[in-house]
């Protein structure tokens, strides 16, 4: 159950059809019914129609997502279906990108789902911990991270990105102020122009305000020329620019788990980004990556810049990336994971 269209390009979206894909082998199938997509809150007046579709599919776990918790919250305090509830969690209750008083109106929203739900199966450590914190009971807490491997990777790099520069850097996120890309660009100006060539993938039309004011900094003449565009790309184009690219840098204010770190660190790529959010869980600073103080744009120009001169360094930390991101689970391990989690629900309901 969750929100618009499941088809969308993002981490929590993704991880859900990696998920159905993968459900046969574990003798189930996940069937998306979604809430429409409307402004915020309206799509609570859903709740019933929703609910009903869910119990026509004949489905035996709702899997409720966190991104669409809020609208079904009301619905389950007045009756609770007849079959358990799961959530799944890509974010902390109240959301990430929003303002203040939809943040706050949504956290109760969302606990009030939460509190209604068999189990909440976290998408990282870090949320897991989050939640604890709130006064969630650990024992309802299934951690289940994404997989570090990229379904559709055909090995196959996609050519030379460097343009006859040093070194080249590759992000990827959809543009939304979260992710920081306004800070990337501020600091890649720093670096001489000989030291690199910045590559973007990602929905630019996500938010057309931000959109408006990131090309109109790409356009200026200390970045013109150095910055390529991609646009949204299928994974397996992403998996060629991986492999062809020397570092991975995302200035994210807020991931609660952060795919594409783990995606890059597979690729032996290090990664770069503030020191916040999940990814302190997934790099170690100044052994798999470069992890910079959150908002320091000419600290984090400087990291580019001394992994652009050394390639002997970069090097070295990617491959310690790579070793540290086996340790983590492929897709096939995180479903065993997820459906064990689903089955325990069934088993306790």
């Known amino acids: ?36 997509d409307r402004p915020f809150l309206l799509p609570a007046l859903n709740a019933r129609n929703v609910l009903r579709r869910a119990r026509r599919s004949g489905a035996r776990v709702i899997v409720l997502d966190s991104i669409a918790a809020g609208f079904l919250g009301p619905k389950l305090l007045l009756s609770s279906p007849d079959v358990p509830v799961v959530a799944i969690l890509h974010q902390p209750p109240g959301g990430i990108d929003h303002g203040r008083m939809r943040t706050s109106i949504q956290t109760g929203l969302d606990r009030l789902a939460y509190a209604r739900c068999r189990r ?91 959109a408006a004011l990131l090309h109109a900094r790409i356009g200026q003449l200390d970045l013109v020329d150095r910055v390529v565009v991609h646009g949204p790309l299928p994974s397996e184009q992403v998996a060629g620019l991986y492999r062809a690219a020397d570092v991975f840098v995302l200035p994210s204010l807020r991931e609660p788990y952060g795919t594409v770190y783990g995606e890059a660190m597979a690729a ?11 990814l302190p869980y997934l790099a170690e600073d100044g052994r798999e990556g470069l992890l910079i103080t959150p908002g320091d744009a000419p600290g984090l120009g400087t990291a580019l810049e001394l992994l652009a001169r050394d390639e002997a360094w970069r090097r070295r930390l990617g491959e310690a990336a790579s070793r540290r991101a086996q340790e983590r689970p492929t897709w096939a391990e995180s479903a065993v994971l997820f459906f064990a989690a689903i089955r325990r629900a069934l088993e306790e309901h």
């Not at 090995?155 to 040093?166: F, K, V």
């Not at 032996?268 to 999940?278: A, R």
């Open 120 to 210: 909440l199966i976290v998408a990282s450590e870090s949320l897991a911990h989050e939640l604890a914190a709130q006064g969630v009971s650990r024992e309802r807490i299934d951690v289940v991270p994404p997989g570090r491997d990229m379904i559709g990777d055909t090995q196959r790099p996609a050519g030379d990105l460097r343009q006859g520069r040093r070194a080249a850097f590759l992000c990827v996120g959809n543009w939304v102020e979260r992710k920081g890309i306004h800070s990337l660009l501020d600091a890649f100006a720093r670096i001489p122009e000989a030291m690199g060539t910045l590559h973007l993938v990602g929905d630019d039309q996500v938010d057309s305000r931000y």
């Open 1 to 36: 159950m969750t929100l618009g269209d499941p088809g969308r390009l993002t981490g929590g979206y993704l991880y859900h059809r990696r998920m159905a894909n993968l459900a046969e082998i574990h003798n189930a199938r996940i069937e998306f019914v979604s809430f429409p």
């Open 268 to 278: 032996g790529l290090p990664v770069v980004g503030w020191h916040t959010g999940n």
